[in-house]
């Protein structure tokens, strides 16, 4: 049956800065990396005992299995056996209540460095004492971590089912068509207008199947499933997508891993799971 693909991982609380203990977790960030303790070929999230005086002060995110984890910047220079690795390149060699760890701490990481003054007067941002936000040390402007909601879309027709192959995504697997939701849109609407710009076809019976939120990109994945409408044959749009077609159950090419929605909805195309 399906795994669950986005465990619930920070018991949410508030930013704090603080002392970090001995036996904490700490995500050391340095531009897209993450620091890694190297078991083999393993990647671990280090302690705070295990990089003494190369991390300081940290700022507490929250707890994960009853144990406190704490987000910090981290030194050019780190002790042997620890390195930094890129965000993507930890999927395959750290478990799964890690990878999102990092991935979450990922997005916290960039959201407060990109806000690191105010928009509307310039001044300086400070970590909000009673909500998950930042506020603006002069004129108070208030600013919630980003999010930004995506739809993606499992499209049938027939028997088949419509896969697209992104020009933007290296690699050679085909996925489901998705993009993000604009300002002022439903997100049936959004299922709507991405698939006609896409792939120039209409859709119907559109239905919710469930979320995701993928860090990487602050989005969260919205996944529907529907059905093909009208008469339209696929017309790409050459910009977003390279080549899109329609495929059996049982000729699928490569398509994407457990770990994303859109590798869940595929495989209950696949494996006719009544969802
Ligand atoms: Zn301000």
Same mark, same amino acid.
Request: charged share 30%.
């Given at each position: ?25 700490? +995500? ?13 070929? @393993?990647?671990?999230?280090?302690? @705070? ?11 507490? +995110? ?40 990092? /991935? ?71 996925? +489901? ?5 604009? /300002? ?35 989005? +969260? ?22 080549? /899109? ?31």
């Amino acid at each position: 049956m399906i795994n669950e693909i986005s465990p619930n991982i920070f018991n949410i609380s508030l930013l704090s800065r603080e002392n970090i203990r001995s036996e904490e977790q700490v +995500l050391c960030y340095r531009g897209g990396r993450v620091l890694m303790k190297n078991i083999g070929d @393993k990647f671990i999230i280090p302690k @705070k005992n295990e990089l003494g005086e190369f991390v300081g002060d940290g700022i507490f +995110l929250g707890e994960v299995d009853g144990e406190k984890c704490f987000m910090a910047e981290g030194k050019e220079e780190m002790p042997q056996g620890f390195s930094y690795v890129g965000m993507r390149d930890i999927r395959g060699q750290a478990d799964k209540l890690s990878k999102w760890v990092t /991935a979450v701490g990922f997005q916290m990481y960039s959201w407060l460095n990109d806000n690191k003054f105010c928009g509307r007067c310039g001044n300086p941002m400070d970590l909000k004492n009673d909500e998950r936000a930042l506020e603006c040390t002069d004129c108070k402007n208030i600013i919630f971590p980003k999010l930004s909601p995506a739809i993606i879309v499992a499209i049938k027709k027939d028997n088949k089912l419509l896969l697209a192959k992104n020009r933007l995504h290296p690699g050679t697997f085909y996925s +489901l068509i998705a993009g993000y939701v604009e /300002a002022g849109e439903t997100i049936e609407e959004t299922v709507k207008r991405e698939v006609m710009e896409e792939v120039g076809i209409d859709v119907k019976n559109i239905k919710y199947y469930k979320s995701q939120p993928w860090p990487f990109s602050s989005s +969260l994945m919205l996944g529907f499933f529907a059905e093909y409408d009208g008469n339209n044959p696929i017309k790409i749009d050459n910009v977003e997508i390279s080549h /899109a077609d329609w495929f059996d159950a049982d000729s699928l090419p490569e398509i994407p891993n457990m770990d994303s929605v859109a590798g869940e909805m595929i495989r209950i195309f696949r494996d006719n799971i009544e969802v």
